[in-house]
């Protein structure tokens, strides 16, 4: 297996650990054969490693990203179901009705995507008409930020450049608008500024927001009772928390869905049994990050370890 370091992503940054996931499971998806596994390495912050049997350089592994993820023929069908997740129970339903007719069964990406976006099973809003959404959704439209428009925009609009500066740099924060605001950095707040930072222009890391989309999977939403849960977060004080770990043993991605969805991650602060059961399973750290609303938008805030 050779080994490929991400040498420019952090695992404790929200953004940079999903496209860390995002890399790995366009990796694993590729109906090529090859063996890939994901791990991550302490080097200042946390790096992911990826194993391929085939892919052995940086140049390698770039060239596979870009045919998947850049250019309007890498957007998938279900980002065409509008630009925000906005849709009615109807609506939404009837778009998995189009999918389960429409796709042969072994294409999973789509309907992966579409039970990642929502449930049509539990209503939302005030009459409860309106499909209920993923807890990493941050925007439905207002300022012109749209949820899956900026989806769309990013497949358009993101570079072989793109993915290297994410994946291999050091973060420079070098590119504009769209960002899916999944980056403790794209919170500007107004508190001890001299001026309303609202019309700063964004800056963000445009190839890891494209990447991270591709994350989206490993995320599906469930219905619980009358509310639908997104795999990883849990509702504390009122406000939604997501909760990552970082492993030490290569896995493949099959076995990395499972140890998203652990119920132990939501209790790794408080109960000792269950952080010896990390120790056993590799897991080596755990992160966590909250999600608010100031204004019209959600953010996330830097993560804390748990471990």
């Known amino acids: 297996m050779h080994e490929i370091r991400l040498t420019g992503i952090d695992g404790s940054n929200l953004l940079g650990y999903l496209a860390a996931l995002g890399t ?3 990796l694993s998806t590729l109906q090529d054969g090859a063996e890939v596994r994901m791990s991550w390495r302490q080097n200042g912050g946390w790096e992911p490693v990826v194993f391929h049997s085939v892919i052995e350089t940086h140049e390698g592994l770039l060239e596979v990203l870009e045919k998947r993820v850049c250019g309007a023929d890498s957007i998938d069908p279900a980002w065409g179901i509008g630009n925000d997740l906005t849709l009615s129970i109807g609506g939404f339903r009837q778009c998995l009705l189009n ?4 796709h042969p069964r072994d294409r999973r990406t789509t309907g992966d995507f579409l039970v990642a976006f929502g449930s049509e099973a539990i209503g939302s809003g ?3 008409e309106q499909m209920s959404d993923t807890e990493f959704r941050t925007m439905s439209g207002a300022g012109h930020q749209h949820f899956l428009g900026f989806m769309k925009e990013l497949a358009e609009t993101t570079s072989r450049e793109h993915l290297k500066r994410a994946l291999f740099e050091v973060w420079d924060y070098g590119d504009g608008r769209p960002s899916l605001r999944w980056d403790p950095a794209d919170y500007r707040p107004h508190a001890l500024r001299a001026e309303d930072p609202s019309g700063d222009p964004i800056k963000t890391m445009r190839g890891a927001n494209r990447l991270a989309v591709e994350a989206l999977p490993m995320f599906p939403t469930v219905p619980d009772g009358r509310r639908l849960r997104t795999v990883g977060f849990e509702d504390r004080n ?6 990552w770990p970082i492993w030490q043993q290569p896995i493949d991605v099959y076995s990395l869905a499972s140890v998203l969805a652990m119920g132990e991650l939501q209790y790794a602060e408080t109960n000792e049994a269950i952080r ?3 120790n056993r399973r590799k897991i080596i750290q755990i992160f966590r990050a909250r999600r608010f609303t100031e204004g019209k938008y959600r953010n996330f805030s830097p993560a804390r370890a748990l471990l």
């Open 24 to 26: 790995f499971r366009i």
């Open 99 to 102: 999918y389960l007719s429409e």
């Open 126 to 128: 005030p009459k409860k």
């Open 238 to 243: 009122r406000e939604p928390e997501v909760t």
């Open 276 to 278: 010896r059961q990390f």
